[in-house]
């Protein structure tokens, strides 16, 4: 009997999915024959069900129980209680619960990249275009494995592989090391097969040389931190390498700048259309990889403020932090905490940077056609008993100006995977961890970014950084930098662990603003509005208990 496999049909392909947006319903039932069918000159069902592995792209925004993934960091709250993001936030996971249980989704994309590598030469078409679905799937497979090894650290590799439902898989895990030289390797392999940049408007959304080489240096930028870079006190080598190599920086920084020097991307010149718009119109557009999603409101009505009616109203689930607001410094470049910055706690969003105006929503500023009232008692934080703010904000990445409308309209919101911004952080990181002391280079990556965002020079030219920093000094620029570039992209809470700081920056006590109005006058007043806890074996997941059932060959991760 022929072996039967759900497939999700694509009538569109997956990159011209602007239109419509992803299907996400069953609309067939196939079989391997059907698919993958000798006498389909068009390749047409195997192409879908490529598709379909497009489908498995990793995707963010509200994603785990409605809430974001950084709302289990220092940067948000989840304004509701009792969702399952708290028990990424406070520790509370285990191999049976997980919310970003990632294993078997990555596991399954696997299967079906070795089932596609398996069948495809079956299908009788061009032999130029199954070479690039080949090398697409190959991609979106080790893509499949950095996903799993981020959570878990070193995991099976299955090679090529095609398990049947009944087959008793006791397969050892391999060292973090293999995994990682296994995706460079492969990386390597079809790079220059690839689509090169830019692509057609056609091929929109699919794997281009680009992305390969951005994968490549995320990879080893990962390989080359503080946690598995000898951090991991894995004397197996299966949760990171056994001992520090420094030259694994050097390694990270070549691989950054095989991205650079393609010389195919760059900033957008406003901060906002990075993510509410479906490509770009620069020749050398910031978006590397998106997961492309239909044209939606969603992303405003599950996080917009509450108090408005109608359209207008919003969910508020994301309440940004204090401690996240106070990252961003002054207009000048200077963090609060400076004297000369020209702070004034008591017009605290005033001067400041403006990437603060993109990425939270705060009193008084003019949102849905009035201003915002999160002060006590406003209409964004009633004094009754609803989902609402916890700290005195609302999220506003992500979403577009509708400060003038009076209610939401569709908007793209294609969640970004790899940005240019990324790649340049990546690379100032990895040279200033490699050398001694601050580099002119590293320097000058920071005033880029700050340049787009806004800040102004100064008479230094340094954008409002200090000069003749340390080593240590420009660790934590760069950190901060990354955290306010990049609020909301799930990026903190993975660089948090790589870092090997999250046992101190996730066990505390997270802040937001209480705002009291007497007449006309605001009182700002910094309070506790919740708490993050992060026992040290959360660097990395459990492997979840279900798998270790069935393979007796797996080594569950210490700690757990």
């Known amino acids: 009997m022929k072996k039967i496999i759900y497939i999700i049909l694509f009538f569109t392909l997956f990159v011209a999915a602007c239109k419509k947006g992803l299907e996400t319903e069953p609309l067939d039932l196939l079989t391997e024959d059907r698919i993958f069918d000798p006498v389909d000159t068009s390749g047409t069902y195997a192409q879908q069900y490529l598709n379909d592995i497009y489908a498995n792209l990793p995707t963010g925004f509200n994603r785990i129980g409605g809430n974001l993934l950084d709302a289990a960091t220092d940067d948000a709250i989840p304004s509701q209680d009792g969702t399952s993001i708290e028990n990424l936030g406070k520790g509370q996971i285990n191999s049976g619960t997980n919310p970003d249980d990632a294993w078997s989704k990555n596991y ?17 078409r061009d032999v130029a275009t199954k070479t690039l679905w080949k090398a697409d799937a190959r991609f979106l497979r080790v893509l499949s494995y950095f996903e799993l090894l981020k959570r878990y650290g070193g995991v099976p590799l299955v090679g090529d592989s095609v398990f ?6 006791q397969i050892k895990r391999n060292t ?14 079809i790079k220059t097969i690839e689509r090169p940049d830019p692509v057609s408007s056609s091929d929109w959304g699919r794997i281009s040389r680009g992305i390969v080489y951005t994968l490549r240096a995320k990879v080893l930028l990962y390989a080359a931190s503080p946690l598995f870079n000898g951090g991991s006190g894995s004397s197996n080598g299966l949760q990171g390498y056994p001992a520090y190599d420094k030259e694994r920086w050097n390694l990270a920084v070549q691989a950054a700048k095989d991205v650079i020097n393609l010389n195919v991307y760059g900033l957008e010149t406003s901060y906002t259309t990075i993510f509410t718009t479906r490509r770009s119109a620069l020749a050398k557009p910031e978006v590397i990889l998106a997961y492309l999603r239909a044209v939606t409101t969603d992303v405003e009505a599950n996080n917009g403020p509450i108090g408005f009616t109608n359209a207008a109203e919003g969910d508020g689930k994301t309440s ?58 406003g209409i964004s934080n009633p004094t009754r008993n609803v989902v609402k703010t916890k700290t005195g904000y609302y999220m506003r990445k992500f979403m577009a100006d509708f400060s003038a409308a009076t209610q939401y ?6 969640f970004v995977i790899f940005r240019y911004a990324d790649v340049m952080l990546m690379n100032a990181e990895a040279l200033n961890e490699y050398n001694a002391s601050p580099t002119a280079e590293v320097y000058q990556v920071l005033k880029d970014i700050r340049k787009r965002a806004g800040i102004t020079v100064g008479t230094d030219g340094l954008y409002g950084l200090k000069a003749n920093m340390t080593q240590l000094e420009m660790r934590d620029a760069i950190r901060n930098e990354r955290r306010i570039e990049m609020a909301f992209e799930e990026q903190r809470f ?18 937001g603003m209480k705002i009291t109005k007497t007449g006309t006058v605001f009182t700002y007043e910094t309070v506790v509005a919740g708490q993050v806890i992060f026992p ?10 279900s798998e270790l059932s069935k393979n007796r060959s797996l080594i569950q991760n210490s700690g757990w």
């Open 536 to 545: 040290t074996r959360m660097y990395l997941y459990p492997i979840p208990y």
């Open 176 to 189: 973090f090391e293999e995994c990682v030289n296994y995706i460079v390797k492969e990386c390597d392999a």
């Open 320 to 377: 940004p932090t204090q401690d996240l607001v106070d990252a961003f410094p002054m207009l000048n470049g200077k963090a609060i905490t400076d004297a000369t910055s020209g702070y004034n706690a008591a017009a605290p969003y005033t001067g400041r940077d403006k990437r603060l105006d993109n990425t939270v929503l705060y009193n008084g500023v003019t949102w849905l056609s009035k201003p915002l009232e999160t002060f006590v008692g």
């Open 108 to 124: 399954t994309s696997i299967q079906k990249v070795n089932l596609f590598l398996s069948k495809i030469d079956i299908v009788p």
């Open 164 to 169: 049947k439902a009944t087959d008793n898989i």
């Open 409 to 414: 309209a569709n908007k793209d919101h294609n």
């Open 494 to 511: 993975w660089d948090l662990r790589r870092w090997k700081i999250a046992e101190t920056a996730l066990n505390k006590s997270l802040s």
